[in-house]
């Protein structure tokens, strides 16, 4: 199985904050790397597929990219509602394996 | 409005079955494969099983394979999970999920998610 890593697990920053989140993957697996947002209580939702392309009404804030094994998501200028936590996927080879996720806590 | 709404889930006795649903609406439910992941109570994603579009292929996590099994009904837009010989470390929200694909390509990812249905599975 593929071993997602992600980095920190967890992370405080204050609104307008710059941060960014890692995510390594055991093997290479090209672009094949999602990047989710859960809020508590809710469902996950995709914020970037494909390593880097935004989804469609994800703020221009989020941002991905990386390609084989090292990815990255940034939230450029952190608002309120950014506060969650974000989990990457990869989606090269089932089964499909997802980091252990990010909690992004208000300072 | 694209959407996917599960049902099923309950408090069941180790060892007991389940079976959880779910219901797609808003898109062409037999042109796209779909997916169950679950969560642990405040832990991580976990992907549980997968069955294409016409139902042909279906993969399963080894922590589930033997005793679950998935299936679909396309005429009845409906995704359906049986869960057999139940554990107390199955107990989750279970989420649907499509399973889109960019153009053309491989590269795939799920959107959008159900809002999940809780098993719980203890005494």
């Known amino acids: 199985d593929i071993q997602m890593t992600q980095s920190p697990s967890s992370l405080s920053a204050s609104v307008g904050d710059r941060v960014t989140i890692t995510c390594r993957a055991s093997q290479i697996i090209s672009s094949f790397l999602n990047w989710y947002q859960q809020r508590p209580g809710k469902a996950p939702k995709l914020l970037i597929s494909?390593?880097?392309s935004l989804q469609s009404g994800v703020p221009s804030r989020f941002s991905g990219s990386g390609s084989g094994t090292d990815f990255t998501l940034t939230i450029s200028g952190l608002q309120p509602e950014d506060f969650a936590t974000y989990f990457c996927q990869q989606s090269y080879t089932t089964p499909y394996t997802f980091g252990q996720g990010t909690k992004l806590e208000i300072k | 409005e694209v959407q996917l709404v599960e049902s099923g889930g309950g408090l069941v006795q180790p060892g007991g079955s389940l079976r959880l649903a779910c219901v797609a609406s808003g898109f062409t439910f037999r042109g796209f494969e779909m997916n169950w992941v679950r969560q642990a109570p405040g832990k991580g994603l976990e992907w549980v099983s997968s069955?294409?579009?016409?139902?042909?292929?279906?993969y399963y996590a080894d922590s589930v394979k033997g005793r679950f099994t998935l299936s679909r009904d396309n005429a009845k837009n409906s995704l359906f999970l049986q869960m057999n010989s139940l554990r107390a470390e199955d107990t989750a929200v279970y989420y649907c999920a499509r399973k889109n694909y960019a153009s053309g390509t491989l590269y795939n990812w799920f959107d959008p998610w159900g809002q999940g249905t809780l098993v719980t599975v203890s005494s």
């Open positions: 069955i294409t579009s016409d139902g042909s292929l279906i």
């Open positions: 494909v390593a880097s």
